[in-house]
């Protein structure tokens, strides 16, 4: 079969080759005319002139094809205690009946559909349904408060929003309609329709003429047949956060999305179809997307819907549970999940409770894996444990140990090697290509492999700034780091004011943004500072106008307050203090950096631009007196 090596380069030296040979596992109603199209740099497409249907893909053509009575998902959820088979057959009915009901609502391909739903079935279902009508879906995540959905919707401007009267967080019943009103309220533009799935955990009220309850919705639709749609069409848009407060939405295509996903269940996750998958992240992160809907399901695999916790739903040792009682053979999720278990079961009391013989690999992403829980999750579990290293961006990884190829020694802290279709580069600020083992800036050469974005939701001129013109002829990924000797990618962080909180990524400018609205703030600095659980944890500095003399406590909690209704509870923004002024270039530049590594507690060198030395000590007198800056 060949080597990484092998495989690495024919994907760089004859990319037609390599995924128009990946390409025949797919399912085309039209077969492709080219399968990398360079005619418009740095606009790459992959299959133009190819047709086909992703839903089809993931769902029919396995119906067709003898996978009818095998499950499809299996949606475990141990905060309704409810655990659900659904077969192929009986996924492709309910997706083709909801696609009809959203054909009925006007829905037609090209359309947008707006979806911010709990971690059901249901949420599959939307997805999956948009897909098959060739309309284009753009998933919220729900731990997203109403302004940063209306974000989405301003920018989405979906015909159709999609919904649930509530979502379970471990012991929480979060009712969902309420926030889905705000931020339609609060946003421009408005859908014609909303479609609530109603749970009997909240009632919802539902907006005359503009509302329709899932269920009747379904009871009223004929199945929808599945459109086609070129290659090149989106599948679907994700929002991620950038820089500021406006999030970047990432495009996906059709073909080279399905060419991809599919690759990668046999050469990176090594699974056959039929196995069970299981990726416990979300459907609203791109982990959820990639490998909760539509790399298992494009693959033939079962997949699993999770609505729980690693903890607490109801002990450490629910992954273990599910891993055992559903015949999972691969985990995705953060490492995050992992020290999570760690902290309650460090002896891995609750992991002897079950027989886990079936289950062959876990693969972590999200933030680097750091040694310590590598090492644990490896002595516990006795099987590889697998970093790599991904983006919403890119869909899938762009480094990685591709054990489906062969399994390459693990070095904990790294990645292991670039994915094959990713030329992985370092560079200096100034796009000089840096040698091993010295950390710049982590590009790749372009073209970038089928599955990553196509572009910014109508701002090619943003994708062009944010990816292509920091580093010419390069992808820019926003992550510093190295390679080694061997070849093997360590990313160590993000370069820019983004921020991974428990595997979520977040912006600081954001934050920044919300918190300067605030009347008694002069100026604020929100920066990423380590945590040992869930990596990251956003900090914010705040220097109050002159004259404000109330209570400064008053001041940080409605501080906190703001962030967690303006962005939501996931920003997990608990610390901020007031200081008297903050750290500056004599040009009048904040210096983050500086400050998160006072926060840290490591070492730190002087700027030679810093205009008053001595805001550094007052920075850190503060930080104490939140619990930060303590010296190892
Ligand atoms: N809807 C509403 N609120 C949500 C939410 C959702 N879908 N998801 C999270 N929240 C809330 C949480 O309840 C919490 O609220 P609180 O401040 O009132 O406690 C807050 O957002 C922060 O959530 P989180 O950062 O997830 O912290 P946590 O302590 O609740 O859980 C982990 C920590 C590690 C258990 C959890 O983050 C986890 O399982 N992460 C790993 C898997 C994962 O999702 N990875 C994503 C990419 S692979
Ligand atoms: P997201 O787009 O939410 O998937 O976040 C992507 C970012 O998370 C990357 O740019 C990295 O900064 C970080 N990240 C994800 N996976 C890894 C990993 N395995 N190692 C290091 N950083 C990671």
């Known amino acids: 079969m ?19 040979e990946a390409a025949e596992a797919i399912t085309w109603t039209k077969k492709w005319d080219k399968v990398l199209d360079d005619s418009n740099q740095p606009f790459y497409r992959w299959f133009t002139g190819g047709e086909l249907n992703t839903c089809y893909n993931a769902i029919d053509r396995h119906v067709e094809n003898g996978r009818a009575d095998q499950p499809a998902i299996i949606y475990d959820s141990p905060v309704t205690d ?31 559909v707006v979806i911010y739903m709990p971690m059901v079935p249901q949420a599959l279902v939307a997805m999956l349904a948009c897909a098959r009508l060739g309309a284009v879906h753009s998933v919220v995540f729900g731990g997203f408060a109403p302004k940063e959905l209306a974000i989405r919707i301003n920018d989405a401007k979906p015909k159709v929003m999609v919904s649930a009267s509530c979502g379970i967080e471990g012991a929480k019943v979060i009712p969902y ?18 479609v609530i799935m109603a749970r009997p955990q909240a009632e919802a009220q539902l907006v005359p003429g503009r509302d329709v309850w899932w269920d009747d919705l379904v009871a009223e639709a004929e199945p929808a047949e599945c459109v086609t749609v070129a290659a090149t069409d989106p599948l679907y848009i994700l929002y991620t956060s950038g820089t500021t407060g406006i999030p970047k939405g990432i495009v996906r295509d059709n073909g080279g999305h399905a060419v991809a996903l599919h690759w990668t269940m046999k050469y990176l996750y090594d699974v056959e179809p039929g196995d069970v ?37 109801p002990d450490p040792g629910a992954f273990w549970r599910v891993i055992s009682q559903h015949g999972v053979k691969v985990l ?35 933030e680097r894996t750091d040694p310590d829980t590598y090492q644990w999750a490896t002595e516990m579990l006795q099987r590889p ?14 480094a990685g140990n591709f ?7 693990i070095k904990p ?8 279709g990713y030329d992985v580069r370092i560079v200096s600020g100034d796009n000089q290509e840096l040698g091993p083992n010295q950390p710049g800036v982590v590009v790749v050469k372009l073209p970038l492999p089928p599955a990553t974005l196509l572009t910014l939701w109508q701002n090619d001129q943003r994708f062009l700034e944010s990816y292509i013109n920091p580093f010419p002829g390069y992808y820019f990924t926003g992550d510093e780091g190295y390679m080694d000797d061997d070849g093997y990618v360590f990313v160590m962080g993000r370069v820019d004011d983004v921020i991974n909180v428990a595997g979520h990524r977040l912006s600081t400018g954001a934050m920044e943004e919300v918190i300067a609205t605030h009347p008694d703030v002069a100026e604020c600095a929100v920066m990423g500072a380590t945590d040992d659980f869930k990596g990251q944890l956003p900090v914010g500095l705040v220097v109050l106008k002159a004259g404000v003399d109330r209570d400064e406590s008053d001041i940080t909690q409605e501080l906190i307050q703001m962030v967690r209704e303006q962005i939501g509870p996931i920003a997990s923004f608990k610390s901020v203090v007031v200081v008297a002024r903050l750290p500056k270039t004599r040009s009048g530049k904040i210096l983050r950096g500086t400050m998160r590594k006072i926060a840290d507690g490591a070492e730190y060198s002087m700027p030679s631009t810093i205009d008053d030395p001595a805001t550094l000590g007052e920075i850190e007198e503060a930080l104490k007196t939140i619990g930060y800056a303590q010296k190892a």
């Open 385 to 398: 444990v697998i970093d790599h290293w991904w983006q919403t961006e890119t869909a899938w990884a762009i």
């Open 332 to 366: 995705f999720t953060a490492p995050t999940a992992l020290r999570a278990i760690k902290r309650e079961d460090a002896a891995g009391e609750y992991l002897k409770k079950y027989d886990i013989s079936q289950f062959e690999a876990l693969y972590l992403a999200g």
């Open 413 to 420: 802290g790294s990645a292991t090697k670039p994915a094959p």
């Open 277 to 313: 998958y299981w990726a416990a992240s979300d459907v609203g992160w791109v982990v959820g997307h990639s490998y909760i809907v539509y790399g298992p399901l494009l693959y033939g695999c079962t997949t699993i819907v999770y609505e729980g916790k690693p903890v607490g739903t």
């Open 177 to 194: 309609k309420p926030l889905l009103d705000q931020a339609i309220e609060l946003a421009e533009h408005k859908p014609e329709k909303c």
């Open 82 to 112: 409810t655990i659900e088979t659904i077969t192929y057959r009986q996924l492709r009915d309910q997706v083709a009946l909801f696609a009809g009901g959203l054909k009925n609502l006007g829905v037609v391909k090209g359309d947008t």
């Open 403 to 409: 054990r489906g190829i062969e399994l390459l020694p």
């Open 2 to 20: 060949g080597s990484y090596q092998d495989f690495f380069d024919r994907s760089i030296t004859d990319p037609d080759g390599f995924w128009g």
